[in-house]
């Protein structure tokens, strides 16, 4: 089969407590070397077998603060333990350890990371679901779908950035 591909995942949610909250979207960038390729599950397609079959030939998840958010979310809804089955690093302790502190979108800040859509952050991507599935409001789907997609784009350019900065901080 080859070298397995890394994951950067990000979900998407109807709010921040699994027990009544849902999954809105799985974001996923699935990259090996000089490649990749972002996989998006949305409303009925965040299921178990879709999401093990996105991840079938992954070694590595990333994500940003999954440890206490995303992966429980997508043990308690989905019923799947993904550290079951890959590994997982967390960037946001690697942030830690280079004394780089906040949410996410502070850290793009502190790093350099660009982002078209500064506006919007967790309670915008709830506001544009409910609008999607009220309304059937389909630039709120794409609008919620391209933050998903910057934020899982940018774990991986965080992975790079912090790859670099701890390097910078060591040598002498």
């Not at 089955?85 to 967390?90: A, E, Q």
């Not at 996410?104 to 999607?132: H, M, N, T």
Request: glycine share 8%; proline share 1%; aromatic share 12%.
């Amino acid at each position: 089969m080859g070298q397995l591909f890394d994951a950067y995942l990000d979900i998407e949610t109807t709010g921040l407590c699994s027990f009544y909250d849902e999954i809105t979207v799985v974001g996923i960038c699935l990259a090996n070397g000089s490649e990749h390729e972002l996989v998006q599950l949305v409303g009925a397609d965040v299921t178990r077998s879709n999401l093990l079959r996105t991840l079938r030939f992954v070694g590595t998840i990333y994500t940003y603060n999954g440890s206490r958010f995303d992966l429980p979310f997508i043990r308690f809804r989905l019923g799947v333990n993904l550290r079951e089955h890959f590994r997982h690093h967390d960037l946001m302790h690697d942030c830690w350890k280079n004394d780089l502190y906040g949410g996410f979108k502070a850290i793009e800040r502190q790093l350099g990371i660009p982002r078209r859509l500064r506006d919007i952050g967790g309670a915008e991507a709830v506001i544009l679901w409910w609008r999607y599935q009220i309304h059937n409001d389909r630039k709120a789907l794409d609008l919620l779908l391209e933050y998903n997609k910057e934020d899982v784009v940018n774990l991986m350019a965080l992975r790079q950035k912090l790859e670099r900065f701890s390097k910078s901080r060591y040598c002498y």
